[in-house]
């Protein structure tokens, strides 16, 4: 099936933020608003969501301020990447888009977090919230993460560990270490077109993700490093789906604190995946989305 597809820029402050909606924005069925990784991991490796249009429900995606299709700002200092900006982003372009009164949410990794904070406010237009792959605290995924660094093999912790104590973390021996812990926890997959687009314009300018996480999903020494949500979840309240994969970089250590502090929550794990079940599990992922959402739209 064919589907409309629009793009168009949203002004943000002196920016502008880019956005691409597949279908109609005037169905009926609330649209679904897709949040992107990174921070700074723009929206093309989500793609694959917009399948979700063939429901009758209008799909948009967006790249946040500072990467991918929006205004890059490399100049800013790392007190301006602060998670309230991205906030503060999220709800101009619903206004923009005019469907701040009826919406859904699902935000993936990075996104899934942005999705939590808006969705503690209370949004009155929002009517459910999806985050996949996400951790409740950056503390609990440097701690996760590094029991997963420490199976890899000895040779590649100690080219990870010496290229961290010599800053040289742009290097290619570094970044192929980290290509072997992405292999076991990242996608599980060969990488299609559309991962390997996000990671190349994140690579080409890294300011957000380097700024905001730091070099590596594993080495978070950025702004967002104390980042947490747990003592805000149970403002949460809307119905909220969970995903993630049984081989996920996002362990069931740091899915957790959602399932336990958001009132009306459910949790699905993919066997066969890692961070990114969406393109491990295509189909699966898809048709769990499309039926939660279902039930959530009046």
């Known amino acids: 099936m064919t589907h409309q597809i629009r793009e168009g820029y949203a002004n943000f402050r002196n920016w502008q933020t880019w956005y691409r909606v597949t279908g109609d924005l005037h169905t009926g069925k609330p649209p679904l608003v897709v949040l992107h990784g990174g921070p700074g991991v723009?929206?093309?490796?989500?793609?694959?969501?917009?399948?979700?249009?063939?429901?009758?429900?209008?799909?948009?995606?967006?790249d946040q301020i500072g990467c991918g299709n929006s205004t890059h700002l490399p100049e800013k200092n790392p007190d301006f990447w602060q998670v309230p900006l991205f906030v503060e982003e999220l709800d101009s372009l619903l206004r923009h888009l005019g469907i701040q009164d009826s919406y859904h949410l699902l935000g993936q990794s990075w996104g899934g977090m942005l999705g939590a904070e808006h969705g503690v406010t209370r949004p009155p237009g929002l009517r459910s919230l999806v985050?996949?792959?996400?951790?409740?605290?950056?503390?609990?995924?440097?701690?996760?993460?590094?029991?997963?660094?420490?199976l890899l093999p000895p040779e590649v912790q100690a080219t990870l560990l010496a290229h961290e104590a010599a800053g040289t973390t742009?290097?290619?021996?570094?970044?192929?270490?980290?290509?072997?812990?992405?292999?076991?926890?990242?996608?599980?997959?060969?990488?299609?077109?559309?991962?390997?687009?996000?990671?190349?314009?994140m690579t080409a300018d890294p300011t957000v993700y380097h700024t905001m996480n730091g070099p590596s999903e594993f080495h978070c020494i950025g702004t967002i490093r104390r980042w947490s949500i747990i003592d805000r979840l149970h403002r949460i309240a809307v119905p909220t789906l969970l995903i993630s994969g049984r081989h996920d970089e996002a362990t069931e250590a740091v899915v957790q604190p959602f399932a336990e502090h958001i009132a009306d929550v459910r949790w699905t794990i993919f066997e066969q995946s890692s961070h990114l079940p969406h393109i491990e599990e295509t189909a699966g992922f898809l048709d769990l989305v499309t039926k939660f959402l279902a039930r959530r739209d009046e």
């Open 42 to 62: 723009p929206h093309n490796y989500l793609l694959r969501l917009a399948a979700l249009a063939e429901t009758g429900r209008a799909v948009i995606h967006y």
């Open 131 to 150: 985050i996949a792959d996400s951790p409740a605290s950056m503390e609990l995924w440097v701690a996760e993460a590094n029991k997963l660094r420490a």
């Open 170 to 201: 742009s290097s290619t021996a570094y970044n192929d270490a980290v290509q072997v812990f992405y292999d076991r926890h990242l996608c599980r997959v060969p990488w299609p077109e559309e991962l390997t687009a996000s990671f190349a314009a």
